[in-house]
């Protein structure tokens, strides 16, 4: 698990200097051409249709891993957003309250109790 942690912290810090650096010539304006490329069929565009792919399927998990409640669809939300950067911070805590366990760091504390008991969630 410390080779886990190391990698998201990595990315945490990676992609939090990057963007500090990008903000910081060209503002906040991401979503306008973000979306723009995706329209004009690019291959920026596909990138990043590709990439919002990715997005859509870690929030669905982060909604999932939660049960779905509206908590967990905020979280969904913020996962969509903030794209690696939150998920990379996410997932650092993830494993520590995971206690480094595989089956709770992905599928969530009652659904790995369900797991090792033989019960279906």
Known sequence: MLGL???FATIFI??????AKTVSLYGWGLFPIFFGD???FTWP???NT???CFLTMSATWLTWRHHGSPAAFVLGLVGLVGGALF???YLLWAIVDAN???PTLFLGSQRAKALRSGKQN
Do not use: K, N, P
């Not at 990676?14 to 963007?19: E, K």
């Open 5 to 7: 942690q190391i990698y």
């Open 14 to 19: 990676v992609i939090s200097a990057y963007t």
């Open 100 to 102: 480094g366990d595989l």
């Open 45 to 47: 565009g596909q990138f």
């Open 87 to 89: 998920l990379s911070a």
């Open 50 to 52: 590709d990439f919002f």
């Open 38 to 40: 995706m329209a004009q």
